[in-house]
């Protein structure tokens, strides 16, 4: 779904009620003016979890979780905003304006997604009939039940240049469909031919279990082993994790995912036994991979297979999964095995083990480059420290980065500062010194007993629309310290000039950064005793708010000056004194 124009999702959201909404997933009890229940999104004995009617947002004081019904469905039910979006329109019997081209996508990708689901049909009845006798022996060799082979719709593609292609012509599915949906390939004079002969089919399905693609895998070890659909309009291969439409609600219930490469790497432990587990079909993880899985788990174990284009794979994955902020640790398979092959030879109960006794991202890696390099050698380990170092830099936590410095330091007898002063070095956005990069303190709701003034103007103009524009001639965004409320408010001033609506619930589809939306639910959702006059509790605010900048600014100043000074720069002292001078002046009146 591409744009949805902002009166439409208010449109949505104004017919949604989201107490009715919440109701239908959670028990939700009346607690004053709103609703409360257990947090949904983390454990906790006593409720936290609020949901306001007059304000038709939710949010969580325990957790920080929050905003609007579109946010609550993307974060119950792991929807991305387009998917929340369309669900909601549905249930409100809202019309999503669409374009020409819009309506002839979305129509090409329901024929497609039809076109892969007959075909799958047609793969697993020729893998029960005789003609795939012996490709139903190869699955039984490979352990594989019939439970496991109908759950999967593994089937067979028939030794013929034609077969799946006659099939789907007898259905009249147009060639060109055909041809879109990745099934079969041009001739060089004329013609077609099917993609996939004689081999093995495994279905791919995208978490909505709609069949979008096809991996084929031959029944001897010639090669090429394995044959992919292409890119199509309804499959990516970057997007896409193969088994998670099977395993996703048990890698919510464990809160963990367990990756592997391959289609039967996967099986094989699934039919086990063991559910929480994806497949990224044979390449490194992509950011986007990474995404989809972080709706569900950011607990990741690797098993990648234990030739070096496994332990490749798993190298560039690592970065790429811390950087997004997610657990991960790692399974080291002894050499010439796969997750198929070890869990066949050794059985479900040690691969469990394995995967319990999966090693922490830097120990692995610092064994990994330990093994690689001698560090018993000078500039091999400083190799090791230039290889490893920019992993460390991506964690967000400064705690474990701190540790994880303190290990190293250790492990290769180099000082913390040293590589403090290498890490600094790397090209990378995950060290910084949080002093250089604060984007200011959180609205201090819950660290004192009142409301800062920032705080508390935003929450009055939250609740009381109508006084934005009388705040409009009276302060600017850029007096605001806290970054996150100087963006909200600058949003709210624009929304009143457009003559548009500045709610809570409104305001949440302008951000698209967490932070900022468990603010503007943190101070909507927030009680405040009843304040008489609010025009005056405003004014008194931007008084203080500007009083505040004006002497930062007079301290930004005096750094100058006293810069100024250093340099024997008179023009720039004489300049510098009389906006000092201005400022003062400006307090007094």
């Not at 050794?346 to 990994?368: C, N, Q, W």
């Not at 190799?383 to 920019?390: D, G, K, Q, V, Y």
Request: charged share 30%; glycine share 4%; proline share 4%.
């Amino acid at each position: 779904m591409a744009f949805v124009p902002e009166n439409t999702l208010n449109e949505i959201l104004s017919r949604i009620d989201i107490v009715e909404l919440i109701s239908e997933y959670l028990p939700l009890k009346r607690a004053g003016r709103g609703y409360t229940a257990l947090c949904p999104f983390h454990h906790e004995k006593t409720p936290s979890f609020i949901v306001s009617q007059q304000k038709q947002i939710f949010h969580c004081f325990g957790c920080q979780a929050g905003g609007n019904a579109f946010g609550f469905l993307m974060k119950y039910d792991r929807l991305e905003f387009p998917e929340a979006v369309e669900t909601l329109a549905k249930k409100a019997g809202v019309l999503i304006p669409r374009d020409e081209r819009q309506i002839k996508n979305q129509g090409i990708s329901q024929e497609l997604h039809k076109i892969n689901e007959i075909a799958a049909d047609f793969y697993s009845n020729l893998l029960h009939s005789p003609e795939g006798a012996a490709a139903l022996n190869y699955l039984k060799k490979r352990g594989m039940s019939p439970e496991t082979i109908r759950a999967f719709r593994l089937g067979y593609a028939p030794d013929k240049w034609d077969g799946l292609l006659n099939y789907l012509r007898s259905k009249n599915i147009p060639l060109s469909l055909i041809e879109k949906a990745g099934l079969i390939i041009a001739k060089d004079n004329s013609g077609y031919y099917d993609r996939f002969r004689q081999r093995v089919i495994v279905p791919i399905s995208d978490v909505r279990n709609r069949i979008i693609a096809f991996g084929a895998r031959v029944l001897d070890n010639s090669l090429p082993k394995y044959i992919n659909s292409p890119e199509t309009a309804v499959y990516s291969k970057s997007k896409t994790l193969f088994g998670l439409n099977l395993s996703k609600e048990a890698i919510i219930t464990q809160d963990c995912a367990v990756i592997v490469e391959g289609y039967f790497d996967l099986i094989a432990p699934f039919q086990a036994g063991i559910t929480n587990i994806a497949a990224s079909c044979g390449t490194a993880l992509t950011t986007e991979q990474a995404r989809l899985l972080k709706r569900y788990s950011r607990n990741i174990v690797m098993i990648y297979d234990a030739d070096d284009a496994g332990q490749s794979a798993t190298m560039r994955s690592l970065e790429l999964l811390v950087e997004e902020d997610m657990n991960v640790k790692v399974v080291r398979l002894e050499k010439g095995y796969d997750p198929d092959a070890y869990i066949r030879h050794s059985g479900p109960e040690e691969f469990r083990a394995l995967i319990l006794g999966a090693k922490d991202t830097v120990d692995y890696m610092l064994d990994t480059l330990k093994a690689k390099y001698d560090p018993a050698d000078i500039s091999q380990k400083a190799r090791i420290a230039s290889e490893i170092l920019p992993l460390v830099a991506k964690f967000k936590n400064e705690i474990l980065k701190s540790e994880y410095l303190k290990k190293l330091s250790r492990e290769l007898g180099v000082s913390e500062s040293s590589l403090t002063a290498e890490i600094k070095k790397t090209k990378t956005t995950g060290y910084t010194d949080k002093r250089e990069n604060s984007a200011g303190p959180r609205p201090a709701i819950r660290q004192a007993q009142s409301f800062c003034a920032e705080s508390m103007l935003v929450k009055i103009l939250l609740e009381e629309n109508e006084l934005i524009e009388h705040l409009r001639e009276k302060i600017l965004p850029k007096d605001f310290k806290d970054n996150r409320l100087s963006r909200i408010i600058a949003r709210m001033f624009e929304l009143s000039h457009d003559k548009e609506i500045a709610r809570p619930q409104s305001l949440l589809n302008h951000f698209n950064e967490t932070e900022i939306s468990q603010t503007i639910c943190e101070l909507a959702a927030s009680e405040l005793p009843e304040i008489s006059d609010k025009l005056k509790l405003l004014n008194d605010c931007v008084n203080k708010i500007k009083e505040k900048s004006r002497k930062s600014k007079q301290e930004d100043l005096c750094e100058q000056i006293r810069l100024a000074q250093h340099s024997k720069d008179e023009n720039r002292i004489y300049q510098l004194l009389n906006e000092f001078k201005f400022l003062t002046k400006k307090g007094c009146e």
